[in-house]
């Protein structure tokens, strides 16, 4: 093993929780932050300001359009890689091309699923996003799902928030505990027993 594989085994997990819009991932991510004491960041709101323009006048993003956003995001990823600080942040990450950008030792996608039409009744109801129903479909079509060779779990999401959590939970053998992992406390938190060597053989199919 090498010196940077030694480092990465010994490193905390960060979860990526991916999906199309309204599969419920900032729901799900907000309820494993508070569950598990972890730092937490939304991916949309990441977004240079040129995106979120686009996106609210109905135009779908491009490679291009989404290239900085995504090193936003793996700058994130890897700041809390180094400090050894587990972390949740929520991304689309619909190409595997994305994730790739994202793809750390210690990352772990997890996959929120749901019918197409489950999804148009939450974005109709839904009033305080940028991003307009009539962009649904541009996602579907673009969702590459996560591949058996990559560290990723799938998660159906046509249920309560609250159950989806514990299965993630469950899952990934995490164990919630008070306390907070901010980045930048005192005494930042653990996942308890697991540095990502652990958590990763769970995710594998």
């Known amino acids: 093993m090498s010196d940077t594989e030694q480092l990465f085994e010994n490193q905390q997990p960060v979860l990526v929780i991916m999906g199309v819009s309204g599969s419920g991932k900032s729901t799900v991510a907000g309820l494993l932050a508070g569950q598990l004491g972890w730092d937490l960041a939304e991916g949309d709101d990441l977004h240079p300001q040129e995106n979120i323009d686009k996106m609210s006048a109905g135009h779908p993003l491009d490679d291009d359009d989404r290239a900085p956003w995504l090193e936003t995001i793996s700058s994130w990823i890897i700041e809390h890689t180094m400090a050894g600080v587990p972390g949740i942040i929520t991304c689309s990450a619909l190409k595997r091309k994305y994730r790739d950008v994202l793809r750390e030792h210690n990352v772990i996608f997890v996959h929120l699923t749901l019918p197409t039409e489950l999804i148009l009744r939450r974005l109709a109801t839904r009033q305080d996003h940028y991003m307009p129903v009539s962009l649904l479909d541009s996602q579907v079509a673009t969702l590459e799902a ?27 053998g995490l164990t919630p505990r008070p306390g907070s992992s901010s980045l930048g406390a005192p005494a930042p938190g653990q996942s308890s027993v697991h540095p990502v060597a652990a958590v990763a053989q769970k995710a594998r199919p």
């Open 146 to 172: 996560p591949g058996d060779d990559e560290r990723a779990i799938t998660i159906d999401a046509g249920r309560a928030p609250a159950a989806e959590a514990a299965e993630i939970v469950r899952r990934l």
